[in-house]
Nanobody, 122 residues
Framework: QVQLVESGGGSVQAGGSLRLSCAASGYTYCMGWFRQAPGKEREGVARISTGSGNTYYADSVKGRFTISQDKAKKTLYLQMNSLQPEDTAMYYC??????????????????WGQGTQVTVSS
């Protein structure tokens, strides 16, 4: 079981930036960021194949968000720029199960952090 602890959330105005961090007790081949707004399903935001560094983003954040990693520190990051009110959500770090395909599907991930809140005001 991988323990994940997110940090870096907060409140910003539209157009602002935040950087989320996720400290992991272990590292899997695929790590990702998800978010869940009130009354909505949890959705994938970005994922990274930790070996190759290959990344993939949801269309809604492409060009604004960047996922990155520091493998030596076992830390995952999500740089969020040009934030909009619709980005308001609880953001979760996740580690994929060993045999899963590295995608933005929730079913690929079986380790979750407690979440960090991001609130964007207009």
């Amino acid at each position: 079981q991988v323990q994940l602890v997110e940090s870096g959330g907060g409140s910003v105005q539209a157009g602002g930036s935040l950087r989320l961090s996720c400290a992991a007790s272990g590292y899997t081949y695929c790590m990702g960021w998800f978010r869940q707004a009130p009354g909505k399903e949890r959705e994938g935001v970005a994922r990274i194949s930790t070996g190759s560094g290959n990344t993939y983003y949801a269309d809604s954040v492409k060009g604004r968000f960047t996922i990155s990693q520091d493998k030596a520190k076992k830390t995952l990051y999500l740089q969020m720029n040009s934030l909009q009110p619709e980005d308001t959500a609880m953001y979760y770090c996740a580690a994929a199960r060993a045999s899963a395909y590295c995608s933005l599907s929730r079913v690929s991930f079986n380790n979750w952090g407690q979440g960090t809140q991001v609130t964007v005001s207009s």
